[in-house]
């Protein structure tokens, strides 16, 4: 188990300019996996016994120009597919993408901004100041197991601003939804053919316009309960334009009126029958694309399927939807298991927060700052939160790809009493608390690994030995 992760970490390596900010790499990713508590960076250090002088150097880790978001994540996503885990769909690799909001109250951290909470749920406010990041994962796992791996996760709202700063001030802001096509279709470049699972958000033009700039993906969403789709025009006759649509359908309507086929299915981790319509209709006015629709009726309740890819039989695209719910449980256990936005990066250079000074732009008032020092400064704080949530992503990863592959191993232990075992493989919290209970296996057993050495060496010394700094 130590070597397979110490073998993974180094993977990263060629990704930082010096190999001390690559060591710092290491050792945060492994705080991040063993932690016992959630108190920001000194909690790693209390964790992995380190000297006191590691305090300042990591925080100046997320703000060094000595690596790059991008590199981790194509690194991350080789780690991924090396271990012959990601799942496939009619040979689709399948994604997921989803967003996720984040409270936070700093008046001088960028990208906060008032969000408004879909939620049903009565314990969340409506509205909140916060973060939205836009994340991505892949599905993966064995038949025991399936996990949402998450491969990047980046701010989606709240940066407009900075965003001119990088790309000049004709940089035209695109919606969350178009954004996370681009981040899908970055992977999908290394992947190829690829099935990208979404929430019925995100069925919008924009994003079936951005989706013809990414060929190899396809998306796999749900319409809403009021859409209107068109069936396809008729024969050509007369003069004149040829129509572009036929006439208009009510796709809660054929519920009523279609003839549905009932199949059974594994769904939810329960075997369902589950009852069918599917029909190939076109969407969006004026743009009238041709999608394959999938009304479904589960238990009494009733929804609307959708799929650009017309070569998907219903039950596949049925399966695959049920799969989405996979990102929300990732979500829950970055947020539990790892803490992942608990970050609190600030800088003084930015404006103070006026929260209720309407749209995004006055709130902020970065259009105040000028200086170029200043821009890179919170450009710089921007780069930390958003390197503190992926280097959070690939150590929650890291627990899961630990547990699919090395489940019976952690499940003989008498280290973690657990009154029921679910199944061969091992939550994410149970690999943490594995790991850190063994970690002494890692410096007695294994003194030759570099992650051993790495720790080791910035590990506080024994009373009465002086304690070197560290570079």
């Given amino acids: 188990m130590w070597p397979w992760i110490n073998n993974s970490v180094k993977q990263f390596e060629h990704n930082f300019s010096r ?58 996503l080789k780690i991924i597919t090396a271990a012959s885990l990601p799942i496939k769909e009619a040979g689709y690799y399948i994604l997921i993408g989803d967003g996720v909001k984040e409270p936070k109250e700093g008046r001088k951290m960028p990208g906060v901004k008032k969000l ?45 601003a900075l965003q001119k700063w990088w790309r000049g001030d004709n940089y035209n802001e695109e919606s969350h939804v178009v954004k996370t096509i681009r981040d899908a279709a970055v992977f999908v470049r290394y992947l190829g053919n690829s099935i990208l699972l979404l929430d019925r958000l995100y069925l919008t033009q924009p994003m079936l316009h951005a989706l013809t700039e990414t060929p190899g993906l396809s998306v796999v969403t749900k319409a809403k309960s009021n859409a209107i789709a068109y069936y396809p025009p008729g024969p050509y006759k007369g003069r004149g334009a040829r129509p572009k649509k036929g006439p208009e359908v ?22 369902n029958a589950v009852q069918y319509f599917c029909i190939d209709l076109l969407w969006g006015k004026g743009l009238y694309r041709p999608l394959r629709f999938v009304l479904t009726i589960v238990e009494g309740t009733q929804s609307i ?3 650009t890819n017309l070569t998907l039989e219903p039950e596949q ?18 947020k539990q298991v790892v803490a992942g936005f608990s970050y609190h990066f600030w800088s003084k250079s930015m404006p103070k927060l006026q929260k209720f000074k309407g749209n995004e732009i006055n709130q902020t008032n970065l259009e105040n700052v000028t200086a170029p020092h200043q821009r890179a400064l919170i450009c710089s704080t921007v780069k930390a939160i958003e390197g503190f949530v992926q280097i959070s992503i690939i150590a929650l990863g890291m627990l899961q790809l630990v547990g699919l592959q090395f489940g019976n191993e952690i499940n003989q232990g008498g280290e973690r009493y657990m009154r029921t075992i679910s199944n ?15 970690i002494y296996m890692l410096f007695r057993f294994f003194p030759d690994l570099a992650l051993t050495s790495i720790i080791r060496v910035r590990q506080k010394r024994p009373f009465g030995v002086p304690d070197d700094r560290i570079a």
Avoid at 131 to 140: E, K
Avoid at 251 to 269: Q, R
Avoid at 431 to 437: E, F, I, P, S
């Fill in 305 to 307: 399927l959708v799929s």
């Fill in 19 to 76: 190999r001390t900010t690559f060591y710092w790499f290491v050792i945060i990713l492994l705080g991040l996996m063993l932690r016992s508590d959630h108190l920001g960076v000194s909690s790693i250090i209390r964790e992995l016994s380190l000297t006191f002088s590691a305090y300042p150097a990591m925080l100046h880790f997320f703000r060094s120009e000595g690596w790059r978001l991008e590199g981790l994540k194509y690194t991350w």
């Fill in 250 to 271: 009510k796709m809660a309507s054929l519920f009523s009126s279609a003839v549905f086929s009932t199949i059974h299915m594994n769904l939810y981790g329960k075997d």
């Fill in 317 to 334: 695209i049925i399966r695959l939807y049920s799969r989405r719910f996979k990102i929300e449980c990732a979500f829950r256990e970055l």
């Fill in 424 to 438: 061969g493989t091992p939550s994410e919290r149970t690999v943490a608390d594995y790991l850190r209970k063994n």
């Fill in 116 to 160: 408004h909470q879909e939620s049903g749920n009565a314990s969340k406010g409506e509205y909140i100041q916060g973060h939205l990041f836009g994340g991505l994962g892949i599905l993966a796992g064995n038949e025991a197991k399936t996990y949402c791996i998450l491969l990047s996760m980046r701010l989606h709202d709240g940066i407009a």
